[in-house]
């Protein structure tokens, strides 16, 4: 039987998310698979190490409303494992989130150890989206700016397979496909 470490799993999970994602697969099971991976990154962040986890300082940044936070980091991921408290109600599911989730577990990750080459990638993808702001070093701008060129000038479908194309490429040159 095989062991596998915390990390591990948030890695595979995260990995397998954003193959997802950009396969264009289902938005909940993708949303579950970010949401666990990103809590237990934030979890081994702030077990682990002296520093400040990803999901303390996006609820302390002021930038969105408490509220706000807590519905992007949680109200999505309890509804879809749990059903005790709550067995007939609905979610206004907002899919935009997931993406937030797949990145906010990005950095995570890299709080905690290199990111995967599928984890730069949708970095980069995400960041030239041009749906959230932050202040790129010159030289993340230029490496999203390459490998995304004019990314924020198309819609949403045509960026995720934007994003599909460039993740399919990055396979093969790695022999995986």
Same mark, same amino acid.
């Given at each position: 039987?095989?062991?596998?470490?915390?990390?591990?799993? *948030?890695?595979?999970?995260?990995?397998?998310?954003?193959?997802?994602?950009? !396969?264009?697969?289902? *938005?909940?099971?993708?949303?579950?698979?970010? %949401?666990?991976?990103?809590?237990?990154?934030?979890?081994?962040?702030? #077990?682990?190490?002296?520093?400040?986890?990803?999901?303390?300082?996006?609820?302390? %940044?002021?930038? #969105?409303?408490?509220?706000?936070?807590?519905?992007?980091?949680?109200? *999505?991921?309890?509804?879809?494992?749990?059903?005790?408290?709550? *067995?007939? %109600?609905?979610?206004?599911?907002?899919?935009?989130?997931?993406?937030?989730?797949?990145?906010?577990?990005?950095?995570?990750?890299?709080?905690?150890?290199?990111?995967?080459?599928?984890?730069?990638?949708?970095?980069?993808?995400?960041? #030239?989206?041009?749906?959230?702001?932050?202040?790129?070093?010159?030289?993340?701008?230029?490496?999203?700016?390459?490998?995304?060129?004019?990314?924020?000038?198309? %819609?949403?479908?045509?960026?995720?397979?934007?994003?599909?194309?460039?993740?399919? !490429?990055?396979?093969? !040159?790695?022999?995986?496909?």
């Amino acid at each position: 039987m095989p062991v596998i470490t915390k990390l591990e799993a *948030a890695r595979r999970q995260l990995s397998a998310a954003i193959r997802l994602f950009f !396969a264009g697969e289902d *938005a909940i099971v993708v949303h579950s698979l970010a %949401s666990s991976a990103a809590n237990l990154y934030s979890d081994l962040v702030e #077990r682990t190490t002296s520093r400040e986890s990803w999901r303390r300082r996006f609820g302390n %940044s002021g930038q #969105r409303a408490q509220g706000e936070v807590k519905a992007i980091l949680n109200d *999505a991921w309890n509804f879809f494992k749990h059903a005790d408290r709550d *067995a007939t %109600s609905d979610l206004e599911f907002d899919e935009e989130h997931t993406e937030l989730m797949l990145f906010y577990g990005t950095l995570e990750c890299g709080e905690l150890e290199p990111t995967t080459e599928e984890m730069k990638l949708f970095q980069l993808w995400f960041l #030239r989206t041009g749906r959230f702001e932050l202040q790129l070093t010159g030289e993340i701008q230029a490496a999203a700016e390459h490998l995304f060129p004019d990314l924020h000038l198309l %819609s949403h479908a045509q960026q995720v397979q934007r994003g599909m194309q460039r993740l399919k !490429a990055l396979s093969s !040159a790695n022999g995986d496909a």
